[in-house]
């Protein structure tokens, strides 16, 4: 009465599945944990960047002076010795582009905080002037890091943006101390 063919897995082929499943998941983890932190710095690059490449075409579009500076919760520039999260030349805390025209600073773009990237400027505001968009006090650079990682062990997590003093932006793999 009863049919030998039935058609199911057993108890020990079901376990040995799982088994196999939970190793390759052991195995996986740590990988797909380093892709998410280069992926949140690549983001939050990327970001900057475009606001950089932003604020200085709306230098040369306005003919007036725009600033990138590092921003409070209030959406206003931070003071020159004010602190983000890990220090005075932090950009961590967000930024925001304003531009100046007749003594009123107008609000063009900004970007939010995001704590789990730690990045280190060489100031704390750039400002665009026309009418090439050039940047005012010469070279500057963004070192882009994992928060909180060690940055020898994380090296392929870590970039960095250079800007000249023309105003262009140059993104690079590896911290701005390292080589490019």
Known sequence: MFNASNQGFTLVELCVVLAVMAILATFAAPSFIAWQVRDQVDARVRSLFSTLSLARAESVRRGARVTLCRI????????????????????????????????????????????????????????????????????????????????????????CIRLASGGRARMTQGGCGASA
């Open 72 to 159: 409070d919760a209030s959406r206003r520039c931070l003071a020159a010795g004010r602190s983000c999260e890990a220090g005075v030349t932090d950009w961590s805390c967000g930024w925001g582009v304003f531009v100046d025209r007749d003594g009123v600073s107008t609000l063009l773009r900004m970007q939010p905080a995001m704590t789990s990237v730690a990045i280190a400027a060489t100031s704390t505001e750039l400002s665009f002037t026309p009418p090439a968009g050039q940047v005012i006090g010469g070279f500057r650079s963004f070192d882009f890091a994992p928060r909180g990682a060690d940055s020898a062990a994380n090296s392929a997590s870590r970039r």
